[in-house]
Structure formats: structure tokens, C-alpha cells
């Protein structure tokens, strides 16, 4: 049997490698490992994340693990559709929201149904007594975008209950930047590369910021662990390549910018 390496995935079913390991994390695809400990993929995981593909130019790759930790096995992903921004699961019998179980509303009929309007934020429930850091996290992701001022108190709750939490962190940091407070944004990045050196989203949102906040020695630093923790990630070439352009690097600016080109041409 025919298997595929991540760098054939980039290739074929045009994602980055970032999203293709969230959703190996997630368990849209559970691809072997060889003796080096690099993910292998057959061709029936290659289809699937072909269709992971054309749902995530249409709603957040994040919201696809959410649909599916509350599914019960996965479901063929051509019964997959996008209606309002929600994920809908057609099962031959009716349709139902992935995410939250429910059957959708006053919706159009199934050909017409695939659409491109912004989701809805989800409601903050008013019993929360019983919510685990992962369940605010999840909300924050969930309105993150749409609706800041709800996604950053969900982000707030989750290191409430948890401090540690990673992905709450650069999250809420990702919020911080985008509103231009970017001090706030280092702030939360450091300490999240801090408890995890390898992680790769952290250290490229970190870059930007201190690139931001023209602290360009550092920022090259931070585009150098991004890269060595991923380094099939084209903007974080490009970020690098205009940093070194700024501090003189003149070659090194020339290979990031080269790798930059390359890497874009399997990017959507």
C-alpha cells in the first residue's frame, strides 16, 4: 500500500503543516509513524483531508475538532456541509449540527445550503458550574473572530481554571495583537514558549509581535525557533526574510525569501 509523507500532504491537498498536525491532533485522519517517527498517510487519508480542505476555506480549522469531540465516530466526510457558518452532518435520515447536536433551523434546501456568511457566535451558556478549562477554550475559539469581547472572557475563564493552558494563551494573545496591544500579546507568548519550546504558532505570533514592536534582533530569534519547530510554514519565511532585510542580512533574507516562494506555490 501506497503512503504519503507530510510533505506530500502540503503538496497534494494544498494545507499547511500546521493544519494538517491540528487535525492529525484531532483525529480527522490517524496516520502511521515510520522508525523516525514521521507521519505517514495512505490514500484514503489523503481524500479525507482533501474534503478537511474545502470545509476549512469555509469555517476555522479549530472548529473542526470541536464538531468532532462531540461526534460518536467519524462520519463519512461528504455528508460533511457548511450551513451558517456550522458544521451539518447529513445522515441520510435528517440533518444535525455537528458541534452542538442540534437539527438546524429554517435552513435552505441541502444543494443551496453551502454557504459563505459568518457564523453566528455561539451563546456563553448560563450554567457553567460544571465547565473544564477545555470547554472555555473551545468557546473562546468559537468567537474568536466574530465577537473579541466574548472570546477573550472564554480565553480569561480557561486560564482561570487553568494557567498552563497553552492554546488559551496564544489565543488570547492572538486577540492582543490584533487590537494592537501587542506588549500584552509578548507578555502572554513568552511565558506560553517558555512552557512549550516547540511550539510552533507561539513562537511565529511572538516574531510578529516583536517585529511589531521593533524589536528586531529578538523577533529573528523567535522566526528561528518557529522555523525549527515547523519549517514548512511560508509566512513565517516571509517574516523572517523581511526582518533579515531590515538588519542587514542580505543573504540570509535571500534564502528565507526563496524558501518563502517555494513553499507559497503549495499554499492556498
Not at 183 to 203: R, T
Not at 238 to 257: F, I, K, P, W, Y
Request: with cysteine; net charge negative.
Amino acid at each position: 500500500m501506497s503512503t504519503y509523507a507530510t510533505r506530500d500532504v502540503l503538496r497534494l491537498c494544498k494545507l499547511s503543516t500546521h493544519q494538517v498536525r491540528q487535525l492529525v491532533r484531532q483525529g480527522w485522519v490517524t496516520p502511521d509513524r515510520d522508525s523516525r517517527g514521521r507521519l505517514q498517510f495512505d490514500l484514503a487519508m489523503i481524500g479525507r483531508l482533501k474534503r478537511a480542505h474545502q470545509l476549512i476555506q469555509q469555517v476555522p480549522a479549530r472548529r473542526l475538532g470541536a464538531a468532532l469531540r462531540r461526534m460518536q465516530g467519524m462520519p463519512n466526510l461528504d455528508s460533511v456541509l457548511v450551513v451558517g457558518g456550522e458544521l451539518v452532518i447529513t445522515d441520510g435520515t435528517g440533518m444535525w449540527e455537528a458541534r452542538t447536536g442540534q437539527v438546524p433551523m429554517d435552513f435552505e434546501p441541502p444543494e443551496y445550503s453551502v454557504l459563505a456568511a459568518l457564523p453566528v457566535p455561539t451563546a456563553i451558556p448560563v450554567h457553567t458550574e460544571e465547565w473544564t478549562a477545555e470547554d472555555w477554550f473551545e468557546l473562546g475559539c468559537d468567537r474568536d473572530g466574530y465577537d473579541n469581547e466574548g472570546a477573550k472572557k472564554a480565553y480569561l475563564s480557561a486560564l482561570e481554571m487553568d494557567p498552563k493552558h497553552i492554546d488559551a494563551r496564544i489565543g488570547l494573545a492572538g486577540i492582543h495583537e490584533s487590537e494592537g496591544d501587542t506588549y500584552a500579546a509578548i507578555s502572554l507568548l513568552e511565558s506560553a514558549v517558555e512552557d512549550d519550546s516547540g511550539n510552533a504558532v507561539g513562537w511565529q505570533l511572538l516574531a510578529t509581535c516583536l517585529a511589531q514592536a521593533g524589536r528586531d534582533d529578538e523577533a529573528l530569534v523567535a522566526f528561528d525557533n518557529a522555523i525549527d519547530a515547523d519549517p514548512y510554514v511560508a509566512d513565517v519565511h516571509q517574516g523572517a526574510a523581511q526582518v533579515c532585510t531590515r538588519l542587514g542580512l542580505t543573504s540570509r533574507a535571500a534564502e528565507h525569501n526563496a524558501l518563502y516562494k517555494e513553499l507559497a506555490e503549495d499554499s492556498w
